[in-house]
């Protein structure tokens, strides 16, 4: 952990936000302003890593692009030789993921198509600007008091390819997290929107029954299911969602891309006369 007194590109390090293996997030203060951001570093032992370097600078020139109220705002990145970093918005929340983990089913059923639509909003302008963002999960949303979110994380985002691009797409390891991968995001297909859409139905999934639509005892094992397997109805794990959320979230998980949604506008407006809960409390959804 790095010294909370120290200067580095120019910003003071206040806290430490997240650590992960091979970076750390820390909440900064640039000291001509005062001003907060948060902050990606490499750890010392990452920061000659050439391809540790690329993830970072690829996240961060993705970001730099999108400029939207759902999607985590990256401002500048730094290609120091010793303290690779960019500065980002400083959104002080947590994740999806975290609230899962706490179990605060009441969040969920307070603020639940308030978020979702959020979150359809986000993609559909990052889909807009010619990204995908390949790794939809709750993890990668960030989630304040108010229900209030940012999409985050682009480190394996990839261009939507039009045209020519198609032709020279060339099969390599799939990547992702496989309990939210599409059947041809597995496969190393071309990949689309809807690659984005089948991520999307698998995190509204969890985050309304309190697991993945598929477990299973192997990745492998996971990762056919994925590819093959119908997921069980959401209302199978909670009888409280409406048939309709239902019907819009298997949809979306439909192993044929053709079948579902084209795009998250067309998620935006099944959203639109939702109820996501049988008992629910439609004032605040909204």
Known sequence: MADLQELVGGYKLRSLLQSGQTSQVYEV???SSGRHFAMKILLPESSTNREQRHILFHEAEVGIELRHENVIRIHKVNHDATSPH??????PAGSLRGKLQQKETSFVREFGLKMF???????????????????VKPDNWLVNSLGELRLIDFAISKKIPKGWRKWLHRKKKAQGTPSFMSPEQIRDEILDERADIYSFGATLYELTTGRPPFRAASMNDLL????AKRADTPQSYNPDLTDDFCALVLKMLEKKKEARYANFHEVLMALRNIRVFKVSTPAKQN
């Open 29 to 31: 203060v640039e000291p």
């Open 86 to 91: 960019f500065i980002m918005e400083f959104f």
């Open 117 to 135: 639509k959020q979150a359809a909003t986000g993609l559909a302008y990052m889909h807009g600007m010619g990204w995908l963002h390949c790794d």
């Open 224 to 227: 056919n299911m994925q590819i």
